[in-house]
């Protein structure tokens, strides 16, 4: 039996694919991933994502196993661990596609949201960058200043303006 045509490990042998997984065995992570892609995608699902973020949710927990193994501190308990950490992602890539305003006709939205939050966030935005901007010496704030104006100038008409060549 190939390596890759091997079943996956009974329950009392999950603690050795996982020690073997860290050493790098390539047929401890196809176990692994033969044994557990299913449930991570099964939960990852579970959150209303499309296919495509789905796969997206999982591929990233593999990578992050991959990344930190080292630091799972019970190899015996790696269900639980993939299972959270899937669950987290998915979570948070739910809560941020629930922000987003999806229409057909990008013409119809002007991309501003007028609610209470929308507002103080942008206060408080604008506020942070002022005093950022405060903090440059003169020539690169009044060059921040004419780079956020509204309407926009050109990068010619703001290079009049302070007597500067396009592109310094």
Do not use: C
């Amino acid at each position: 039996m190939t390596p890759a045509s091997r079943p996956p490990a009974p329950n009392g042998d999950l603690f050795g694919v996982v020690l073997a997984a860290r050493a790098g065995d390539g047929a401890a992570w196809r176990t692994l991933i033969a044994r557990f892609d299913k449930t991570l995608r099964s939960i990852a699902g579970s959150f209303g994502l499309q296919h495509a973020d789905v796969d997206d949710v999982v591929q990233a927990t593999w990578l992050e196993l991959v990344r930190d193994i080292e630091r799972v501190r019970e190899p015996a308990a790696i269900a639980a661990w993939l299972a959270t950490a899937t669950r987290r992602r998915a979570m948070r890539l739910a809560r941020s596609r629930g922000r987003e305003q999806l229409i057909d006709d990008p013409e119809l939205s002007d991309g501003t949201d007028d609610g209470p939050e929308a507002s103080v966030i942008a206060r408080e935005r604008g506020a942070i960058l002022a005093r950022a901007v405060a903090t440059l010496p003169e020539r690169h704030r009044r060059l921040m200043n004419l780079l956020l104006t509204k309407p926009p100038l050109d990068y010619e008409q703001i290079s009049d303006r302070l007597a500067m060549p396009v592109g310094s």
